[in-house]
């Protein structure tokens, strides 16, 4: 049972590159998620996912592309990374059916450096 | 709109020892509640919920009780063992709707020491 997939586990860039987060999940469940830790503030949503090719912004959005073409797979974008955006990112699904009071499956987790 | 606060950290107790970590949240309408523990280098896991006014939630050894006159949903465990060393989050999604975000409290961390 492989569940979510996240890659890189780490990466360093450098301000202003493009960089692209991977989150897989093998369980075809419909809602998927992208938040970020950081110290002090939590997770926050960046953006989350219905169904395939259907996406909506949540807490903090700029500066980020989400696309979702297969269920499976949720890629997360910094167009042009910024130090702000060095953080630690999580993918998440629910699985499909259990409405509000669903558990929340998150992977492990992409530390992303921003030089 | 919805927002959860949960006591700062970090906590540090001693095995054995009782374990109280607050949470207090405001949301409209009967949100569903609920706990993840982040273990070092891991992702969340859900460790508890409730679903409703005064459903008390529990797993290994853990507990919360959804108080909804006061708002809040408090962890508690009466005995810790240092394996309990982890970053622990409150978190509510809001009934209705169909979008199911989670919003999360900014984490406690706490070290159990033998």
């Known amino acids: 049972d492989a569940g979510i997939t996240q890659s890189p586990r780490y990466k360093i860039t450098e301000t202003g590159r493009q960089v692209t987060l991977m989150c897989h999940q093998t369980?075809?469940?419909?809602?998927m998620f992208w938040y970020r830790q950081d110290l002090g503030h939590g997770l926050r949503l960046i953006y989350y996912?219905?169904?395939?090719?259907?996406?909506d912004k949540g807490e903090v959005p700029d500066g980020y592309v989400v696309s979702r073409s297969k269920t499976e797979n949720f890629p997360l974008t910094l167009e042009s990374a910024t130090r702000s955006q060095t953080s630690v990112y999580f993918c998440?699904?629910?699985?499909?059916?259990?409405?509000?009071?669903?558990?929340?499956?998150f992977g492990e987790g992409s530390r992303l450096t921003v030089l | 709109g919805n927002s959860v606060t949960q006591m700062e950290g970090p906590v540090t107790l001693s095995e054995e020892a009782f374990l109280t970590i607050n949470c207090t949240y405001t949301?409209?309408?009967?949100?569903?509640l609920f706990w993840y523990v982040q273990y070092p280098g891991e992702g969340l896991q859900l460790l508890l919920k409730?679903?409703?006014?005064?459903d008390k939630g529990s797993n290994k050894g853990f507990e919360a009780t959804y108080r909804k006159e006061t708002t809040s949903f408090h962890l508690e465990k009466g005995s810790v063992q240092v394996s309990d060393s982890a970053v622990y989050f409150c978190?509510?999604?809001?009934?209705?709707?169909?979008?199911?975000?989670?919003?999360f409290g900014k984490g406690t961390l706490l070290t159990v020491n033998p």
């Open positions: 409730a679903t409703k006014a005064d």
């Open positions: 978190a509510l999604r809001s009934s209705g709707g169909s979008n199911y975000k989670l919003t």
């Open positions: 996912s219905a169904a395939a090719d259907i996406t």
């Open positions: 369980w075809s469940h419909s809602y």
């Open positions: 998440a699904s629910i699985p499909p059916g259990q409405g509000s009071t669903g558990e929340l499956f």
């Open positions: 949301a409209t309408g009967y949100p569903s």
